[in-house]
């Protein structure tokens, strides 16, 4: 599709347990971005993504968050033994800055994660 | 460091009121971004315009206007004969010009929960 694709969609799973969230960004953005929204919430940087630049992770809440963008694309977002605080929806967006680009968000429609 | 502070948490109007959506930042870059995102009950997020830190002309489209001023650090947003179809959370977000010529991860605001009723 032509937009940011994120799976899955939702995502339950007990106290504990890891989760794996994906991003696919929209083909040929440089920049790829994850926020999280907790209900009723603004919009909490996580990580940002830009080319072949070190990624900015000065967002990420803990230890147990880590991301990867492979190849320049995909972007999995990993949260290590869940906690009850990590349920909300994981936002992935992605954009193109420069050459006349509004350096505009295309956001996914989010991962929705609940930990039991 | 970069901080955006919206400082209404809920505004609620009547149709065709006007409403206006503060928005404050802090950066210490001469160069910057600016956006405002709208997100409707459906939940995505809707791109509703970006400024630089270098056009301090306000823009008018439609019913929606930003009054961008450098001089109190505000990019403020107002809806002109508001609709119910307004009613939605509005995010101000502030982005640093990086050192590779590309944007800095945009900061949101808490954002503005309006609502418009009938």
């Known amino acids: 599709g032509a937009g940011v694709s994120q799976s899955p969609s939702n995502k339950v799973t007990e106290k504990g347990k890891d989760v794996e969230l994906r991003c696919d960004p929209i083909s040929g953005h440089t920049a790829l971005y994850w926020y999280r929204q907790s209900l009723g919430q603004g919009l909490e940087f996580l990580i940002y993504f830009q080319g072949n630049s070190a990624p900015d992770k000065s967002g990420l809440p803990s230890d147990r968050f880590s991301a990867e963008r492979t190849g320049g694309s995909v972007s999995t977002l990993t949260i290590q033994r869940t906690q009850q605080e990590d349920s909300a929806v994981y936002l992935c967006a992605s954009s193109l800055w420069g050459q006349g680009n509004t350096g505009e968000l295309f956001f996914g429609e989010g991962s929705r994660l609940t930990v039991l | 460091a970069q901080k955006v502070t919206q400082a209404q948490t809920e505004i609620s109007v009547v149709e065709k009121e006007d409403v206006t959506l503060d928005c404050v930042y802090e950066t210490r870059d001469t160069t910057y971004y600016l956006f405002w995102y709208k997100q409707p009950p459906s939940g995505e997020l809707v791109f509703l315009i970006r400024r630089n830190s270098f056009d301090e002309q306000n823009e008018i489209s439609g019913r929606y206007s930003w009054n961008f001023q450098k001089s109190t650090s505000s990019f403020n947003f107002t809806i002109t004969a508001s609709q119910v179809v307004d009613s939605a959370v509005y995010f101000c977000?502030?982005?640093?010009?990086?050192?590779?010529?590309?944007?800095?991860?945009?900061?949101f605001g808490k954002g503005t929960t309006l609502s418009v009723s009938s």
């Open positions: 977000a502030l982005s640093d010009f990086g050192v590779n010529q590309a944007g800095t991860a945009l900061i």
